[in-house]
């Protein structure tokens, strides 16, 4: 479910395994799809086509986490993995900040809004400068407002599904936890890449990560294994975190592939993208140790994909483009990973 690059990405990691994939997605044009064997191009919201779709499916798993839950009963739970309940706590940030709180993480300090009288509210409880994100739906920064002054609270307006205020947590460096669980709860972890965000976008994710980094890493897996374990999850999980001198503060999750794990298909000895077909469909994992000391993943943005020659003029760059028709500014190109 899903037509977007890691949908595309997951599915050549499918072929290779020899397995054929259906991409179900609502948009007409699906890069996801361009690389499948078949394409059912519906909305998340209609029951029969989910239904059909599933029927004819030996497993079904997503790559993006806004596909609306309730439809879902269309779909026998142990027809999908990851499962629904993974999808409903990590497309809503209060619930997912909620998840990880009751497991002892520490998630930066945060208040939901409701209403646009709870906004100062909320300002007030956790302090400024702060960061006002929608609940359900961002990605890529989108959705999001910087605010270090309550006049920067005039004229906002509570959307449907709400908002939440997170305090600015002050980070020395944005690390990632991804794992991989197969269906017997056996869990193996990728290093934790430095992730260098521009504009609320990936930029890059770097290997080795800083030492601070390296000394908090513990702590976040063993979280990001808990959570894991609570939602039963089968596949790739992502958990991002930074890196703060009080420890690693969760940031939200992500119930699928990662951009911050790009990295892994030349990097690592079996990709993410593997590594997630293998446990949903019942294989055994790869190894995930990484295969350099040295690992670099940057992302394309908008135009930065345009020069094709001069980004494979490093003999050690791998170019991954995801066949986007429009380069629109601020949109996921493609990345290059260079290992060494
Ligand atoms: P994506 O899903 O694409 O990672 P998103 O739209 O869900 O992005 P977040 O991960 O919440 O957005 O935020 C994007 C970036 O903004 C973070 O990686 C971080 O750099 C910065 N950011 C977000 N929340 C905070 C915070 N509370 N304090 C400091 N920086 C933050
Ligand atoms: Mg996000
Ligand atoms: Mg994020």
């Known amino acids: 479910m899903g037509g977007g690059q890691l949908g595309r990405m997951i599915a050549m990691a499918a072929a290779q395994l020899g397995y054929r994939c259906h991409i179900y997605a609502p948009e007409k044009h699906s890069i996801a799809a361009e690389v499948s064997a078949g394409f059912t191009c519906a909305s998340w919201l209609d029951q029969a086509a989910l239904s059909e779709f599933a029927q004819n499916c030996a497993v079904v798993t997503y790559e993006f986490e806004n596909v609306p839950v309730a439809p879902l009963a269309a779909i026998p739970e142990d027809r999908m993995a990851p499962g629904k309940l993974a999808l409903e706590i990590a497309q809503d940030r209060l619930k997912e900040k909620q998840f990880i709180a009751d497991l002892g993480g520490r998630p930066a300090p945060y208040a939901r809004v409701d209403t ?111 959570a894991a374990d609570a939602l039963n999850y089968v ?25 911050s794990g790009h990295w892994t298909s030349e990097g690592a000895v079996t990709s993410q993208f593997e590594n997630h077909v293998r446990a949903i469909c019942g294989l055994p994992l790869g190894d995930t140790s990484t295969v350099s000391t040295r690992v670099e993943m940057r ?11 001069s980004l494979l003029a490093d003999p050690r760059a ?23």
Do not use: C
Not at 238 to 244: D, I, K, P, R, Y
Not at 318 to 340: D, F, I
């Open 235 to 259: 596949g790739v999980l992502a958990l991002e975190f930074f890196a703060t001198a009080e420890g690693p503060v969760f940031n939200e999750m992500a119930p699928r592939v990662h951009n």
């Open 299 to 309: 992302n394309l943005i908008g135009g930065e994909a345009a020069d094709i020659a």
């Open 318 to 340: 791998h170019l991954h483009l995801y066949g986007k028709a429009e380069a629109r500014e601020g949109r996921k190109m493609g990345h290059v990973t260079k290992v060494g």
């Open 116 to 226: 646009e009288e709870g906004l100062r509210d909320a300002v007030e409880q956790v302090g400024m400068p702060g960061i006002l994100k929608t609940r359900r739906d961002g990605y890529d920064g989108k959705g999001q407002w910087r605010i270090h002054s309550l006049s920067e609270m005039d004229g906002v307006r509570v959307p449907q599904g709400g908002l939440i205020y997170e305090g600015f947590v002050r980070f020395e460096a944005e690390f990632s936890v991804i794992l991989v669980r197969a269906r017997d709860g056996s869990v193996k972890f990728w290093d934790s890449a430095q992730n260098i965000h521009k504009n609320g976008i990936l930029a890059e994710s770097r290997l080795p990560a800083p030492k601070l980094v390296g000394e908090q890493v513990e702590e976040a897996r063993e979280l990001a294994r808990q």
